[in-house]
């Protein structure tokens, strides 16, 4: 692959992960390049786009470098602008449908592969563990959990005795990240048949005030759930406003998730507009 194409270096996509619908699902920005620009590029570029998360993708020899950006921080790993990104390269034929894609992530090696129309990415699970629940957690989240767990990077786990514990859930977003839950995944057990669990992110450590989709809560999402479910293979909704699907598996220390994406636009960065 050859990224020293001057039309391909400066474009910018735009694909909504987690969903066959556009407007719908994790909006994320992806960026293809020759070389990685400087963080502060990275970071005023994400700023710009006001995404969740924007991606930069750069080929290397049998992989490819991948760094994330919310509009405040760069992030270690992240789900949806993974599947974004794995989306663009197959639709652009950068990549072959048959071929795996290697992403080299701050922390981690993610692998993806095309599966019919989903998209299927393999990442590390997460380690979880059971913590009391902060005793400010109702006056600001609006119900009182059952459990809490907290994981890597800071997530901090609340399940809710009911689906509309979750629903009706009204984070008073200023008050998160004081009381240590500015990271937060607020879930429950679903009882309708279409899905076994539902969720709801709210990031108010990195801008984000609820986060429509979000592919790495799954992997701690993923071993909680099959340890209280039983089982390894599930199927997770976010109830966010735009709501997405995931299809999740737990293998061993690894979690699968699988999910759909669809291209919204396509722009070019202005010819001034300097990479660097």
């Known amino acids: 692959m050859n990224t020293k194409n001057t039309s391909l270096n400066r474009k910018i996509y ?9 407007f719908k699902g994790n909006p994320a920005a992806v ?5 990685m620009p400087s963080a502060s590029f990275m970071q005023n570029l994400a700023m710009e786009m006001n995404l969740s998360e924007t991606a930069f993708v750069v080929p290397q020899v049998d992989t490819f470098r991948i760094r994330y950006f919310t509009p405040k921080a760069e992030i270690p790993v992240a789900g949806h602008p993974t599947l974004a990104s794995a989306h663009i390269l197959f639709e652009l034929g950068l990549v072959a449908t048959d071929q795996e894609i290697v992403f080299e992530a701050n922390v981690a090696t ?10 299927a990415m393999n990442l590390p699970a997460f380690p979880i563990e059971k913590i009391e629940i902060v005793p400010e957690f109702e006056s600001a989240v609006g119900f009182q959990p059952v459990e809490m767990y907290q994981s890597s990077y800071n997530w901090k786990i609340a399940i809710a005795e009911s689906v509309e514990s979750v629903v009706n859930a009204k984070p008073q977003f200023s008050k998160l990240s004081g009381y240590g839950i500015g990271h937060l995944i607020v879930t429950a057990k679903s009882n309708s048949g279409d899905e076994d669990f539902v969720v709801r992110c709210f990031v108010t450590d990195l801008g ?31 109830i966010s406003q735009r709501t997405g699907d995931l299809l999740v598996k737990l293998i061993h220390d690894r979690v699968e ?20």
Do not use: Y
């Open 31 to 35: 960026l293809i390049l020759d070389q």
């Open 208 to 238: 984000i005030d609820e986060d429509p989709v979000t592919g790495s809560a799954h992997c701690a999402l993923t071993p909680l759930w099959a340890s209280k479910l039983n089982k390894l293979e599930m199927k997770s909704k976010q």
């Open 257 to 276: 998730i699988k999910g759909k994406a669809v291209t919204v636009f396509e722009a070019d960065l202005n010819q001034n507009v300097e990479l660097r």
């Open 14 to 22: 735009q694909v909504d992960a987690f969903t066959d619908k556009a």
């Open 110 to 119: 993610l692998t993806v592969k095309k599966e019919g129309d989903f998209i």
